[in-house]
């Protein structure tokens, strides 16, 4: 079969994924395979395009935003079968390990510095997945009007909102962050009826599409005023929490930190720099290990608490997002479909302009 695969050590013009014949997977006992045909780019799987996670093993299919078909069954598969139509978790659990696997990134961490193998992802005609890993697409999503893949991302933005929900009192919130996550979290935020949000975004593009979008109260720019401009938007009481949807090497987090009331509550998302600590505690580590600890800035006393994945909101958000049209709409609009997996290798070495989350149709 066809796959697009990264290659640590070999790259073109900056990229290192590879069109590839692989051999077709075939389901393990608790695996099922699936016919792939849409996917989705996670922005972390564009940082793995240019070499920039070397947690990521050589030979690896990427890919972790999928939706297909189930063709085949495991042995030991219950509650499935063949023909059904299934959206993918990309998180696994392995027995015997607190930690997690990441399909298309991944293995689960055994020791220190040691992962097991990892699995293959969605950017290929086949793949073969962990039967807790499927989630049912009832029959009104299966259209060109929503593309299911997009559960997987958007599932983290409605878990992340959630979250922020349990903040008590929550009066204001402010989003750092006006990509693909940063826009569904503003989305999830109005649906979710948080009484005001606030969006920052350094990048005018952005900016301007997040006022379009118009989920959001207001859109600002944070480099300019930024304290006086939610002094302004809050009344003065500063935000009840924060989303940090940027990570990087702490830009979101530092303007989290100065505009969250003390006492509030700071969210991570967005992945750091290898580099970028809190306290001497990884930042990455904080999301990907889902901890909470407290943070000390300029005399307030902060929570930090690190968001990743979907686990227990999948059968809720799929059920809020299939009866609403509307909110459809909203989800799909920073979504631009290209064409064909085939395409995803040229559209990764030339990026076309104004494109904020793509996907694709089957090979």
């Given at each position: 079969?066809?796959?697009?695969?990264?290659?640590?050590?070999?790259?073109?013009?900056?990229?290192?994924?590879?069109?590839?014949?692989?051999?077709?997977?075939?389901?393990?006992?608790?695996?099922?395979?699936?016919?792939?045909?849409?996917?989705?780019?996670?922005?972390?799987?564009?940082?793995?395009?240019?070499?920039?996670?070397?947690?990521?093993?050589?030979?690896?299919?990427?890919g972790?935003?999928?939706?297909?078909?189930?063709?085949?069954?495991g042995?030991n598969?219950?509650?499935?079968?063949?023909?059904?139509?299934i959206?993918?978790?990309?998180?696994?659990?392995?027995?015997?390990?607190?930690?997690?696997?990441?399909?298309?990134?991944?293995?689960?961490?055994?020791?220190?510095?040691?992962?097991?193998?990892?699995?293959?992802?969605?950017?290929?005609?086949?793949?073969?997945?962990?039967?807790?890993?499927?989630?049912l697409?009832?029959?009104?999503?299966?259209?060109?009007?929503f593309?299911?893949?997009?559960?997987?991302?958007?599932?983290?933005?409605?878990?992340?909102?959630?979250?922020?929900?349990?903040?008590?009192?929550?009066?204001?919130?402010?989003?750092?962050?006006?990509?693909?996550?940063?826009?569904?979290?503003?989305?999830?935020?109005?649906?979710?009826?948080?009484?005001?949000?606030?969006?920052?975004?350094?990048?005018?593009f952005?900016?301007?599409?997040?006022?379009?979008?118009?989920?959001?109260?207001?859109?600002?720019?944070?480099?300019?005023?930024?304290?006086?401009?939610?002094e302004?938007f809050?009344?003065?009481?500063?935000?009840?929490?924060?989303?940090?949807?940027?990570?990087?090497?702490?830009?979101?987090?530092?303007?989290?930190?100065e505009?969250?009331?003390?006492?509030?509550?700071?969210?991570?998302?967005?992945?750091f720099?290898?580099?970028?600590?809190?306290?001497?505690?990884?930042?990455?580590?904080?999301?990907?290990?889902?901890?909470?600890?407290?943070?000390?800035?300029?005399?307030?006393?902060?929570?930090?608490?690190?968001?990743?994945g979907r686990?227990?909101?999948?059968?809720?958000?799929?059920?809020?997002?299939?009866?609403?049209?509307?909110?459809?709409?909203?989800?799909?609009?920073?979504?631009?479909?290209?064409?064909?997996?085939?395409?995803?290798?040229?559209?990764?070495?030339?990026?076309?302009?104004?494109?904020?989350?793509?996907?694709?149709?089957?090979?």
């Open positions: 079969m066809k796959a697009w695969v990264y290659r640590k050590d070999k790259a073109d013009n900056g990229i290192h994924i590879f069109e590839e014949d692989v051999p077709t997977p075939r389901p393990g006992p608790e695996q099922i395979l699936v016919r792939v045909e849409k996917v989705s780019v996670c922005g972390t799987d564009e940082q793995l395009f240019r070499g920039d996670l070397k947690k990521v093993p050589d030979g690896i299919v990427p972790h935003e999928f939706y297909g078909e189930i063709v085949e069954l042995a598969v219950s509650g499935f079968r063949k023909g059904q139509k959206a993918a978790e990309s998180h696994y659990h392995v027995s015997g390990t607190a930690d997690q696997g990441i399909i298309g990134l991944w293995g689960a961490e055994i020791r220190k510095g040691e992962l097991l193998p990892a699995l293959n992802g969605g950017y290929a005609e086949y793949t073969c997945i962990p039967f807790e890993c499927a989630h697409v009832p029959g009104e999503l299966i259209s060109d009007r593309w299911p893949s997009l559960f997987e991302a958007i599932g983290n933005d409605f878990y992340l909102i959630k979250r922020v929900k349990e903040t008590a009192p929550l009066r204001a919130v402010g989003i750092f962050g006006c990509g693909p996550h940063g826009l569904f979290a503003q989305v999830f935020a109005r649906y979710f009826e948080i009484p005001r949000i606030a969006a920052f975004e350094t990048d005018s952005r900016r301007e599409f997040a006022s379009k979008l118009g989920a959001a109260n207001q859109v600002f720019d944070p480099v300019n005023n930024l304290n006086s401009q939610v302004d809050t009344g003065g009481m500063l935000f009840d929490a924060t989303l940090d949807m940027v990570g990087k090497q702490g830009q979101g987090f530092e303007s989290c930190c505009t969250t009331r003390d006492g509030g509550t700071v969210f991570l998302f967005g992945l720099s290898d580099r970028f600590a809190i306290d001497g505690v990884p930042g990455n580590e904080i999301i990907f290990k889902m901890r909470t600890v407290t943070h000390e800035h300029k005399g307030k006393r902060l929570q930090i608490v690190g968001i990743t686990e227990g909101v999948w059968k809720e958000l799929i059920q809020a997002v299939s009866g609403n049209a509307a909110l459809q709409d909203h989800l799909m609009k920073p979504v631009h479909v290209m064409g064909t997996l085939r395409q995803l290798g040229d559209d990764t070495r030339h990026p076309k302009p104004g494109v904020l989350k793509r996907a694709y149709h089957a090979w």
